[in-house]
């Protein structure tokens, strides 16, 4: 999950990391009211990069200006988002603009410090232009990064005296808050010097979704939908897709193919969820609550693979939530002659095969 510049500025600032004064707004008449020194420079606040190139991005002189530079980035859409908040900031001289980072590198399974002389720039479009100018350190998760290893790349991106010491306390700072954040990447571009002081001018933090749980903490993920996040509330992974067909399996392969499958007969999925392995009655019923919320769905299509997963768990749940559409079920594994007799007390029963299954599921999205 992506968080917004003014968010991860506010979580900069809890780490000692200088950015400039700034505020949100939503509505341009909040601009004389706020009590910042002018010029200042008004950002779009979307979840998509190169904001300034976009025309998200635009200083103002005046007050008056900026009301009326506010007018038009508000609502205007950057990259298929539309502008809701507008962070607007106390303008400062740039005289230097340099790039600093730390990323998962997967395959080195470990933490790496990136920084460059040349910031403001796109790091892809700098990998692509000028490789060498990107001082690259991979991190020892157990030893940690280490404040010489900061002033070392600070030297060689020609810092010296205050300014250095300046850099390796700021790259130390945003190393503790990807660390403390479980963060896949902590990105400051540029990390701008302006009036003598180092300061973060653009601020980038890519949060791990699989390690939310550790931070109640952090804002909403606006990129989920409403029904995505009530998902994640339960513990269960669902995904919104634009057909007719909800679909609820059990593991991430099994619900794959299930996708494929309704594909392959024609059908259009209007949604996903993974009940995940071992799954209670309670999830499956709250996973048939969730998938059947979204309007659009026609019919509903489970197909479960007991293992640790128990065939007479998953029909209780598919009892106890009623389905409101025809509801198509392929059911086998642990425990499915009790889970088919619970399915058949209750009027309802399972396929086997599961081609055979997928294929009447989608004869029922046509049929209703
Ligand atoms: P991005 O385009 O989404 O990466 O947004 P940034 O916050 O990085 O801003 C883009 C560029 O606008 C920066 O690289 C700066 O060159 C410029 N910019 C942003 N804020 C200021 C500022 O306060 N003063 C000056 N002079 N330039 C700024
Ligand atoms: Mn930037």
Redesign the pocket.
Known sequence: MRLHEYQAKQLFRTYGIPV?RDAVIEHPEQIPGLSLRYPV?L?AQVLV?????AGG?HLAQTPEEAVARARSILGMEIRGERVRKLLV?E????ER?TYLAFTVDRSARRLVFLASGMG?VDIEELARTHPSEIHKLPIDPLEGFHPFQARQVARRMGFGGEQLVQFARIAHALYRLCVDLDAELVEI??LALAEGQLLA??AKVVADDNARFRHPDLPEDEEATALERLARQHGLSYVELDGEIAIIGNGAGLVMSTLDMVAHFGGRPANFLDIGGGASSEAMRHAVDIVLRKPEVRTLFINIFGGITRCDDVARGIVAARPSVPTTIRLVGTNEEEGRRILEAAGMAAFRDPEEAARHAVALAGRS
């Open positions: 400039q420079v950002k990069g190169g904001r300034g190139k991005i900031a303008a400062v001289r740039i603009e403001g571009n540029p001018v653009d």
